[in-house]
């Protein structure tokens, strides 16, 4: 059996989760991560995506995060995210309200940057929506 260590998922409206976990899955913007007890101490961006938690004794759950941030040390891991819910909780017309409006973002930008920041936005939200919410 793995070590436990404190996990917690902060957005702004609530905190989803506060306990001991023996992994997190994490969509960092640079890929996906695995976070367990005695990570080398990070600090990492998310994209849109699914953090599943693994709990002591087996059993896990997933929450839907739209960005963030993830702070780990070797005792803790933190996310505070923009916006999150557990994916039993998950409405498709909020994610389809959520590209519509990348949608809107990519048709509006003003220069290249801006741009391709909201295609690899929608980019991602498109890829969750596939993934957690199949046809």
Do not use: W
């Amino acid at each position: 059996m793995a070590k436990a260590f404190k996990f917690e998922l902060v957005s702004p409206e609530r905190l989803l989760v506060s306990e001991d976990v023996e992994a997190v899955a994490i969509p960092g913007s640079e890929g996906d991560m695995t976070v367990m007890a005695e990570h080398a101490p990070t600090m990492t961006t998310l994209r849109p995506g699914v953090v599943t938690v693994t709990r002591p004794g087996g059993g896990s759950e997933g929450y839907v995060v739209f960005g963030g941030f993830a702070d780990i040390l070797p005792e803790t891991c933190t996310i505070l995210a923009a916006s999150a819910v557990r994916v039993a909780e998950i409405n498709r017309a909020d994610i389809e309200e959520r590209i519509k409006a990348a949608r809107e973002d990519v048709n509006d930008a003003d220069d290249h940057h801006s741009r391709s920041r909201a295609e690899e936005y929608l980019h991602q939200l498109t890829t969750l929506h596939g993934a957690i919410l199949p046809a």
